[in-house]
């Protein structure tokens, strides 16, 4: 294995990770759930009402929070559509919170399977986790690229920045979490 995903077999997958790969992949996983945030009924919370809560109505104003939850409805370009943003918010309402504990969740499965590691080795992971790694990297790249700013008319220049580019760090990691999760995709079809 050279970093990357291969399969095992019947939708499941192994990569070899070095030490600080295994720490890169869970610090970002841990920034994850922090800018996704407690669900409701963490923390104290009454259960009981955190199975009836309502989710938000309004978009999120943080780029990376509103492209990891985007609306449902309306075209991008006309964002002042009365009807779109009303029919969003529905929509938003009593999906949001449902989808933030599935991003929080596989956010989860990556951080207790990189625990379970204890550094660096053979990760090994069955086909049920490989779809909740394959959904964290998602979110991840996702983020990193709402930080960046990325379109896809300027993803190849990614490719060519220079070293002195404050944004070289992230952009690393935005094309290693995109090697990623394309030899993950490739592993589970195997």
Do not use: H
Not at 78 to 90: I, L, N, R, T
Not at 131 to 143: F, I, M, S, V
């Amino acid at each position: 294995m050279a970093g990357l995903f291969e399969s095992t077999g019947g939708g499941s997958a192994a990569i070899a990770l070095d030490e600080v790969e295994a720490s890169i992949l869970r610090s970002l996983e841990v920034q994850m759930l922090e800018l996704i945030g407690p669900g409701p009924g963490e923390g104290g919370g009454d259960p009981l009402a955190a199975l009836f809560a309502e989710g938000p109505t309004e978009a999120p104003a943080d780029p990376a929070l509103a492209r990891l939850f985007p609306d449902a409805y309306g075209d991008p370009g006309k964002p002042d559509d009365p009807e779109a943003q009303a029919a969003s918010g529905e929509f938003r309402r009593f999906t949001e919170l449902d989808l933030r504990a599935r991003k929080r969740d596989d956010a989860l499965v990556v951080v207790r399977t990189l625990d379970g590691l204890g550094g660096g080795g053979v990760l090994k992971l069955a086909a049920p986790d490989c779809l909740r790694w394959l959904g964290a990297l998602n979110d991840l790249r996702l983020t990193l690229g709402a930080r960046l700013e990325v379109t896809e008319e300027d993803e190849q220049g990614l490719y060519d920045l220079p070293d002195s580019d404050e944004r070289k760090p992230l952009v690393m990691a935005y094309l290693w979490l995109g090697a990623l999760q394309e030899s993950l995709l490739e592993a589970i079809a195997d």
